[in-house]
Nanobody, 115 residues
Framework: QVQLVESGGGLVQPGGSLRLSCAASGSLFRFNSMGWFRQAPGKERELVATITSSSSTYHTNSVKGRFTISRDNAKNTLYLQMNSLKPEDTAVYYC?????????WGKGTLVTVSS
């Protein structure tokens, strides 16, 4: 079973930037499409962005042009560069594979956008 550990969250002012990381254990990471998901207080978890094993990307409309998903297969690590952050981006951010049954969810990393 793959273990996922998210990091990089924090408190940032509107307009600021953060870079999230997701470290995956084992050897399956490089063969899987991966995604970033987020869950805001009182809301369901939603997909933010995905990246295939060959690094083709998709970003949901609400983050397009502001967020960039990337991966380093040699390091078993997934990234999310977040720029021009807005208060509505406040959420716990999770990573998991984007296709097929999800692996066990990590604890996520909290991003709070507030002045």
């Amino acid at each position: 079973q793959v273990q996922l550990v998210e990091s990089g969250g924090g408190l940032v002012q509107p307009g600021g930037s953060l870079r999230l990381s997701c470290a995956a254990s084992g050897s399956l990471f490089r063969f899987n499409s991966m995604g970033w998901f987020r869950q805001a207080p009182g809301k369901e978890r939603e997909l933010v962005a995905t990246i295939t094993s060959s690094s083709s990307t998709y970003h949901t409309n609400s983050v397009k042009g502001r967020f960039t998903i990337s991966r380093d297969n040699a390091k078993n690590t997934l990234y999310l560069q977040m720029n021009s952050l807005k208060p509505e981006d406040t959420a716990v951010y999770y990573c998991n594979r984007a296709i097929g049954s999800p692996w066990s969810w990590g604890k996520g990393t909290l991003v709070t956008v507030s002045s």
